[in-house]
């Protein structure tokens, strides 16, 4: 499987990003998906996730009511809607995928990696 990471941006403080990751191949559907950010200096950290049939999600404490993560498997994409957004947000952005029915939140449960998008929120 390859990801793509794209939609990043600069934005203000408050406003709204949607990052899309375009996955390959024909079993998207039965992986699992994820997006994660790493900001410099910090380790990549679960931003939010969600099973292969996007019935079960999860959401790190820093994004619970401002983003969402969903996806299209007709399209082989999977996305995250930000809002709301802080200057601490700022990061470069990452999907993951692996085979598997539920939702996964640590970087090394994950197989593939996309190649980051960077999100910039000015205050």
């Known amino acids: 499987v390859q990801l793509q990471a794209s939609g990043g941006g600069l934005v203000q403080a408050g406003g709204s990003l949607r990052l899309s990751c375009a996955a390959s191949?024909?079993?998207?559907?039965?992986?699992?998906m994820g997006w994660f950010r790493q900001a410099p200096g910090k380790e990549r950290e679960f931003v939010a996730a969600?099973?292969?049939?996007?019935?079960?999600?999860a959401y790190a404490d820093s994004a619970k009511g401002r983003f969402a993560i969903s996806r299209d498997n007709a399209k082989n994409t999977v996305y995250l809607q930000m809002n709301s957004l802080k200057p601490e947000d700022t990061a470069v952005y990452y999907c993951?995928?692996?085979?598997?029915?539920?939702?996964?939140?640590?970087?090394?449960?994950?197989?593939?990696w996309g190649q980051g998008t960077q999100v910039t929120v000015s205050s």
């Open positions: 191949g024909r079993t998207f559907s039965s992986y699992a």
């Open positions: 993951a995928a692996r085979p598997g029915s539920y939702y996964y939140i640590r970087t090394y449960e994950y197989d593939y």
């Open positions: 969600m099973s292969w049939s996007g019935g079960i999600t």
